[in-house]
């Protein structure tokens, strides 16, 4: 029986292979070239569209910028792990009344774009007496609503991988519902679906950039600001770049951390070391006396 959904391909078929690859790559280095070209045609990287980006205070503002992007990035990302956590332990309950609205609640944001969820949050509940709502809690409440019922979803995903003999054999012991799902399941499907979530976390750092439509002055918002300065010839195509390679350096920092969780995950455990001039302990056939066996040793 074969090891593989398809055939192995022949000689033929690897020239095909080879060819189609060979064309595909000229056409993705011919695309970029072309806008390559569109920059320089159009003046796009000459030093007076780039000049706004040598002063000190500039840097400073998008140093301010990426901290903010960071900050928002931030706590969204632990409350949306919470949220998570809480709808999954109420979207598996026994209990209708508890499972049901839980149900609701997380097809509701999952469906909701994350756009208009900020943008009710800072122009629908001000006029409503909640003053309290600023850009920034705007931003972090969307992120959270919509990823945290997300992630909800994944973490429900990884706990029914689970086989489940695990949860009868400790329902068998006497363990109530709660004791099987924070000691027993839960800490498997977290560590089963640890890339996954990380993944998750890396769209909520690119969803911060949203934030721009409800005023909060993250990285998107500093470069519309300085991509419509005339003075400077509005460098909009400089700015985004600038910030885009900023966004990028993010991602694939967080990238390689969800790798990384990938690999360990993937590791078995390590087996324990034993200490110098210990000897390895040989079974004990049945009928013998165990100590007398080790004292042999």
């Not at 409440?141 to 689970?162: D, K, M, P, Q």
């Not at 003075?231 to 390689?256: D, E, F, H, K, R």
């Not at 200490?275 to 004292?295: E, F, N, R, Y």
Request: hydrophobic letters at 50%; charged letters at 15%.
């Amino acid at each position: 029986m074969s090891n593989v959904l398809f055939d192995a391909p022949g000689p033929r078929a690897r020239i095909r292979h080879r060819y189609i690859g060979a064309l595909t790559l000229l056409i993705v280095v011919g695309i970029l070239g072309f806008i390559i070209y569109r920059f320089v045609e159009t003046g796009q990287f000459t030093a007076a569209k780039w000049e706004l980006f040598t002063f000190p205070l500039v840097h400073q503002k998008i140093l301010e910028a990426l901290l903010a992007t960071l900050k928002a990035f931030g706590l969204a990302a632990v409350l949306s792990i919470v949220l998570g956590l809480v709808l999954v332990v109420g979207r598996r309950s026994h209990r209708r009344w508890i499972s049901l609205p839980t149900y609701l609640f997380i097809e509701l944001f999952r469906a909701i774009p994350l756009l208009i969820l900020m943008m009710i949050m800072y122009y629908g509940l001000p006029p409503l007496g909640f003053t309290f709502v600023t850009p920034f809690v705007a931003v972090v409440t969307g992120l959270t609503l919509y990823n945290g019922s997300v992630l909800a979803e994944v973490f429900r995903a990884g706990i029914e991988s689970l086989p489940k003999g695990q949860g009868e054999a400790a329902y068998a012991v006497g363990m109530t519902k709660s004791q099987v799902m924070r000691m027993i399941l839960l800490p498997q499907a977290l560590r089963a679906m640890a890339p996954v979530i990380v993944s998750q976390l890396v769209v909520v750092l690119k969803d911060t950039a949203l934030g721009f439509i409800v005023t909060y002055q993250e990285l998107l918002y500093l470069a519309k600001f300085y991509g419509t300065q005339g003075n400077y010839g509005s460098p909009i195509i400089p700015s985004t770049i600038v910030v885009a390679t900023i966004y990028i350096a993010l991602c694939l920092l967080l990238a390689g951390v969800a790798k990384l969780v990938e690999v360990r995950t993937k590791r078995g455990p390590k087996a324990p070391r034993r200490s110098k001039g210990t000897a390895p302990l040989t079974p004990v056939p049945a009928g013998l006396d165990q100590a007398a066996v080790i004292q042999s040793q």
